[in-house]
């Protein structure tokens, strides 16, 4: 099956301080890219959908400044958090699919940010 | 507004079956996907079904009704390692998936 990777898998950063999160698709190429957060016991929130070179669309309530996207190849999306604060600790998940509306998103293995 | 509904948390033994069951309302229907997702990874996909009826998938099978808005997965011959959370998403009118808020099943010897 397809394969989506995430680096790095857990960081923990300084208040202040800016994070880059990369998402790649191994052997497939993705169209388009999705970007998730997850807090403790609570699902998935949908954070942006980018599709490759173009602007990331963002999600009702979700800051475009503060969480950068970019989506520069068929194999690549970038998440930075920016000036990264405590309540950005979260569990972040990308994922991937190829064009068609109907396949299945294939999720990378997430990243556990925190934030001191 | 759109939404979808499952239980929080369900109990079953080892061995046994377990039906988790999920209702949603959303501004139209392109297909219903179950996905499991163990504490502190990424979710892993299980089953789509975007007509009515039963899919089947080994000891997993998931079913549809449109009708009713409704969809169950079924899970036979339960083991420990199916301790996990399980996550109902709808693919509505603009191919955006919706996603519950996931049922945490606990299975025990």
């Known amino acids: 099956g397809a394969v989506v990777s995430q680096h790095p898998s857990r960081v923990i950063c300084k208040s202040g301080t800016s994070v880059k999160i990369e998402c790649r698709s191994l052997?497939?190429?993705?169209?388009?890219m999705f970007w998730y957060r997850q807090f403790p016991k609570q699902s998935l929130m949908l954070m942006a959908t980018s599709n490759e070179g173009s602007k990331a669309t963002y999600e009702q309530g979700v800051e475009k400044d503060k969480f950068l996207i970019n989506h520069a190849s068929l194999t690549l999306s970038t998440l930075t958090v920016t000036s990264a604060h405590p309540e950005d600790s979260s569990f972040y998940i990308c994922?991937?699919?190829?064009?068609?509306?109907?396949?299945?998103?294939?999720f990378g293995p997430g990243t556990r940010l925190t934030v001191t | 507004g759109q939404n979808i509904d499952q239980p929080t948390e369900m109990t079953a033994t080892e061995g046994a079956i377990v039906q988790i069951n999920c209702t949603y309302q959303?501004?139209?229907?392109?297909?219903l996907f179950w996905y499991q997702q163990h504490a502190g990874e990424a979710p892993t996909f299980l089953s789509y079904?975007?007509l009515d009826g039963l899919e089947e998938k080994g000891r997993f099978s998931s079913f549809l009704s449109r009708s009713k808005g409704y969809s169950y997965l079924l899970l036979k011959e339960l083991q420990m390692k199916d301790s996990a959370s399980y996550l109902c998403a709808v693919t509505d009118s603009n191919y955006q998936l919706i996603w519950g808020a996931g049922t945490k099943l606990i299975i025990k010897p």
């Open positions: 959303t501004s139209g229907f392109n297909g």
């Open positions: 052997d497939f190429q993705a169209t388009t």
């Open positions: 079904n975007v």
């Open positions: 994922s991937a699919k190829t064009g068609g509306e109907f396949y299945e998103q294939y």
